[in-house]
């Protein structure tokens, strides 16, 4: 499968990070974001390509919503592929969870909630 953009649209398709290439610091950094966790728990709670970028509810932009996924994939933790003019997403959860053991457990904990 390609991973270029069809349809005629102008966008690059996404570049995705192996989580096996992630250090332990790139991984903490993306998570210590509070919009980035809750983008990242209700990945958790939804099923996979389910969720199109504008589907969430989070106090940011277009534009910094955009840069939130790209640091996301950047730290292994989601993909992400265009589907007609929407981009859905994945929470690489199994990946993660290879790489990093626990960690994405420990920040989906409800009592965890801010």
């Given at each position: 499968?390609?991973?270029?953009?069809?349809?005629?649209?102008h966008?690059?398709?996404?570049?995705?990070t192996d989580p096996d290439e992630v250090s332990v610091l790139t991984a903490l950094s993306a998570l210590a974001d509070p919009v980035r966790i809750q983008l990242i728990r209700e990945l958790a709670s939804s099923a996979d390509w389910t969720r199109s970028c504008g589907s969430f509810?989070?106090?940011?932009g277009k534009a910094a919503l955009s840069h939130h996924f790209?640091?996301?994939r950047?730290?292994?933790?989601?993909?992400?592929r265009d589907q007609g003019p929407k981009r859905v997403n994945r929470l690489r959860r199994e990946e993660f969870d290879a790489r990093?053991?626990?960690?994405?457990?420990?920040?989906?904990?409800?009592?965890?909630v801010e």
């Open positions: 499968m390609s991973d270029r953009v069809t349809g005629g649209s966008r690059a398709a996404p570049v995705h509810d989070v106090p940011v790209s640091v996301l950047g730290a292994g933790l989601v993909e992400q990093f053991p626990g960690l994405l457990h420990l920040l989906l904990r409800a009592d965890d």
